[in-house]
C-alpha cells in the first residue's frame, strides 16, 4: 500500500526511526541545517545509505518539490495482523474509522489528528480510498510512522466484531440530532468518518450505534472531514483526560 518514495524532514525522520527506510538522499544545499544534521546522524547510527543530491534531483525522483531537502525510499509496510492486534486492545481504546477518504492531503491531516489526540488505531478500507502514498506521509508529519494503520476488505463485519468487544460505534453525519458535546466519549469507542464527497457510506452507517454532528453556526453546512475529525477527536480526548470533570467543579 506504500509509494516508493518519503519526503519532507517530518517524515522521514519518522520513517528512519521506525525502521522504514532503504535508503536516503539529502541536498547539499541543506547541509547547514541543523535538522538536516540530525536526520544524518540518525540514518548514519541506522546504517542507511546516504547519497548527496541536489534540490533538483532530489524533485525530479519524487516528482514533488515539497521535499525540503529530503528524499527516503520506503520499505513496503509490513502486513499488520488486525486479528492479533485487537485481542490486545485496552478497555479505553479510541479507534478511527475513515470510510473511503480518497484525498492525500486529508488522510495525513486525519492521521496527524489521530496521533495527537491519543488514538489507539486508525481503521482504512482497502479499496475505493487513499493509501499510505508519499503525499500522506508528508501531510501526516510523521504520524503515518507512529500510529498503526490497518487496511480491512469489510469495515462493517470489523465493527460488528468490535460491537462484540464492547465497542460503542459513533458516525459523523450532518443531519443527526445528537452533538457531540452531548456524547459520552469516553471507554471503548470508534468513530466513523465519511469521505469527502459522500459521508458515511450506508452499510457501514447501519452499523453505527448512533449518529452524531458538529454544531455548526453561520451559512456553512459541513467542515473539510480533516478538519471535522480533529474536532470529534480533541472532544473525546478532552473527556477521557478528565478536563471536562475540572471544568464543571469549578
Known amino acids: 500500500m506504500a509509494e516508493e518514495w518519503i519526503y519532507g524532514i517530518h517524515a522521514v525522520e519518522a520513517a528512519i526511526s521506525a525502521g522504514e527506510v532503504e535508503r536516503l538522499w539529502l541536498a547539499p544545499e541543506r547541509a547547514d541545517d541543523d535538522r538536516m544534521a540530525s536526520i544524518r546522524r540518525l540514518a548514519e547510527a541506522s546504517g542507511l545509505p546516504v547519497v548527496l543530491e541536489p534540490m533538483s534531483a532530489l524533485q525530479r525522483r519524487?516528482?514533488?518539490?515539497?521535499?525540503?531537502?529530503?528524499?527516503?525510499?520506503?520499505?513496503?509496510?509490513?502486513?499488520?495482523?488486525?486479528?492479533?492486534?485487537?485481542?490486545?486492545?485496552?478497555?479505553?481504546?479510541?479507534?478511527?474509522?475513515?470510510?473511503?477518504?480518497?484525498?492525500?492531503?486529508?488522510?495525513?491531516?486525519?492521521?496527524?489528528?489521530?496521533?495527537?489526540?491519543?488514538?489507539?488505531?486508525?481503521?482504512?478500507?482497502?479499496?475505493?480510498?487513499?493509501?499510505?502514498?508519499?503525499?500522506?506521509?508528508?501531510?501526516?508529519?510523521?504520524?503515518?510512522?507512529?500510529?498503526?494503520?490497518?487496511?480491512?476488505?469489510?469495515?462493517?463485519?470489523?465493527?460488528?466484531?468490535?460491537?462484540?468487544?464492547?465497542?460503542?460505534?459513533?458516525?459523523?453525519?450532518?443531519e443527526a440530532e445528537q452533538s457531540i458535546y452531548d456524547a459520552d466519549l469516553c471507554g471503548a469507542l470508534v468513530v466513523v468518518m465519511g469521505s469527502e464527497e459522500k459521508g458515511v457510506r450506508r452499510l457501514v452507517r447501519e452499523h453505527c450505534d448512533y449518529l452524531l454532528r458538529?454544531?455548526?453556526?453561520?451559512?456553512?453546512?459541513?467542515?473539510?472531514?480533516?478538519?471535522?475529525?480533529?474536532?470529534?477527536l480533541f472532544e473525546a480526548r478532552r473527556q477521557r483526560s478528565g478536563e471536562a470533570v475540572r471544568a464543571h467543579s469549578r
Request: net charge neutral; glycine share 8%.
Open 62 to 174: 519524487c516528482h514533488s518539490d515539497q521535499h525540503q531537502g529530503v528524499l527516503a525510499r520506503a520499505l513496503p509496510l509490513p502486513a499488520r495482523d488486525w486479528k492479533n492486534f485487537v485481542q490486545q486492545l485496552p478497555e479505553d481504546a479510541l479507534l478511527l474509522m475513515l470510510d473511503g477518504v480518497t484525498d492525500p492531503h486529508n488522510l495525513g491531516a486525519c492521521l496527524r489528528s489521530a496521533e495527537a489526540a491519543g488514538v489507539t488505531a486508525v481503521l482504512l478500507p482497502k479499496d475505493h480510498a487513499c493509501g499510505i502514498t508519499g503525499t500522506v506521509r508528508k501531510a501526516a508529519a510523521g504520524a503515518a510512522s507512529r500510529v498503526p494503520v490497518f487496511f480491512l476488505t469489510n469495515l462493517s463485519r470489523t465493527l460488528e466484531d468490535l460491537q462484540q468487544r464492547n465497542f460503542w460505534v459513533a458516525g459523523l453525519a450532518g
Open 214 to 232: 458538529i454544531p455548526m453556526a453561520g451559512q456553512i453546512e459541513s467542515l473539510n472531514v480533516s478538519v471535522a475529525t480533529a474536532v470529534v
